[in-house]
């Protein structure tokens, strides 16, 4: 077989190595530099993440720092937020009371002022899920002061207009006791709730 080669004499490959290999000689300085270079900018990528890293910190701590100083004053909003929401509960129940139609508490009141035997008065009424509780105190120079409790609850039960809502009313305590040397004796009354629902 006859091989033809066009390539000159000058430009063939003197059989070392192969024809398409190519050999690049750079100089040793060159090298050096480019790894210096390499190693500089590994050195500066982690100074650059520590001083991240060392703001990042600083930041956390700063704002743990504010946190803790705002944090009492956080309990105390939050305390007024469950007492605000409290009141809210009480304000729409008393709300609930006063705009129904089907109970009229004005009235009701009446019937108990007008119930009220001599010597007899209300300490305090209290109104709840249960019911309307009536406390008072009764005095009298015949010592019948619980003869006196008895008129004033069957009064209330005759009044139709006070009973509407309430399933029954009855004594809860009775007790007698002195106030200044004067017999004077306390009582619980309870109305339990019948038709009044309070949310």
């Given at each position: 077989?006859?091989?033809?080669?066009?390539?000159?004499?000058?430009?063939?490959?003197?059989?070392?190595?192969?024809?398409?290999?190519?050999?690049?000689?750079l100089?040793?300085?060159l090298l050096?530099?480019?790894?210096?270079g390499l190693?500089?900018?590994?050195v500066?990528?982690?100074l650059l993440?520590?001083?991240?890293w060392?703001?990042?910190?600083?930041?956390l701590?700063?704002?743990?720092?504010?946190?803790?100083k705002?944090?009492?004053?956080?309990?105390?909003?939050?305390?007024v937020?469950?007492?605000t929401?409290?009141l809210?509960?009480k304000?729409?129940?008393?709300?609930d009371?006063?705009?129904?139609?089907?109970?009229?508490w004005?009235?009701?009141?009446?019937?108990?002022?007008?119930?009220?035997?001599?010597g007899?008065?209300?300490?305090?009424?209290?109104?709840?899920?249960?019911?309307?509780?009536?406390?008072?105190?009764?005095?009298?120079?015949?010592q019948?002061?619980?003869?006196?409790?008895?008129?004033?609850?069957?009064a209330?039960k005759q009044n139709?207009y006070f009973?509407k809502?309430?399933?029954?009313l009855?004594?809860n305590?009775?007790q007698?006791g002195?106030?200044?040397?004067?017999?004077v004796t306390?009582?619980t009354?309870?109305?339990?709730s019948n038709?009044?629902?309070l949310?």
């Amino acid at each position: 077989m006859i091989g033809i080669n066009l390539i000159p004499m000058a430009m063939r490959n003197n059989g070392k190595g192969d024809a398409g290999s190519l050999t690049i000689n750079l100089p040793k300085e060159l090298l050096i530099g480019v790894g210096v270079g390499l190693v500089l900018l590994i050195v500066l990528t982690h100074l650059l993440l520590g001083a991240v890293w060392l703001t990042g910190m600083g930041r956390l701590s700063s704002t743990k720092a504010a946190w803790q100083k705002v944090l009492p004053d956080r309990i105390k909003l939050d305390a007024v937020n469950k007492e605000t929401g409290d009141l809210k509960k009480k304000f729409n129940m008393l709300a609930d009371m006063t705009t129904r139609k089907s109970v009229l508490w004005a009235p009701k009141f009446n019937a108990i002022s007008d119930a009220l035997p001599k010597g007899l008065w209300i300490r305090r009424m209290t109104l709840d899920k249960a019911g309307l509780t009536i406390e008072g105190g009764v005095v009298s120079k015949s010592q019948n002061e619980i003869n006196n409790v008895g008129m004033f609850i069957a009064a209330l039960k005759q009044n139709d207009y006070f009973m509407k809502g309430f399933s029954s009313l009855e004594v809860n305590s009775i007790q007698r006791g002195k106030n200044n040397s004067v017999e004077v004796t306390d009582f619980t009354v309870m109305a339990k709730s019948n038709e009044i629902r309070l949310k």
